[in-house]
């Protein structure tokens, strides 16, 4: 795992880099997630980024340690780049995209919601993102599928100008607070 996050990978909107130097724990089940994370992983988490702690836990009893790794680097390498608060939706969004977890997207549940009209607004969606597993599951899918939307709509590079953008606005909300 260690050498595997080492690697430059191709980042939307962000281009071919290395996660930044960070600090890796294994976690041997939830109960131990739990008690590293202080509570702050759902029960049904396998893996949380502290990116202002440069830090990712990972629980060791997940069948895909990798595709966790590489979705807990997305937050990462996301937040090296934009350093201001980020709607849960578009930052687990963004992770869950760009690290290829687009299985999600194709899962029935995803297709159910859509054709009932389950489809709720951005802010429920941020609450759903921590809700039970089930209903994180759904609001995942549906978060990368919000993030894969807004890259696909607009003109080629468009998620390289949003997170431009979006790191021009961190540097100067930094600027006005020092």
Sequence with gaps: LAEDADRPL?????????????????????AEMARLTR???????????????????LRADVPDLQQ????????????TRVRQR??????????????????????????????SGRIPDLGTLDGMLRGSATTADFAYALAASAVSDLAGRAPAGALDRLIRRLEEIGRASCRERV
Aim: no cysteine; hydrophobic share 45%.
């Design 10 to 30: 191709e980042w939307p909107g962000i281009g071919r880099v290395a996660p930044p130097p960070f600090t890796l724990v294994l976690a041997a089940d939830s």
């Design 39 to 57: 509570g702050r992983a759902p029960g049904w988490g396998v893996g949380v980024a502290f990116p202002g702690a440069r830090t990712i836990v």
């Design 68 to 79: 966790t790794l590489h979705h807990e680097l997305g937050h990462l390498v996301l937040r």
């Design 86 to 115: 980020l709607p849960l939706w578009f930052d687990e969004g963004y992770a869950s995209w760009a690290s290829g977890e687009l299985g999600r997207m194709k899962g029935l549940e995803l297709n159910l919601g859509v054709a």
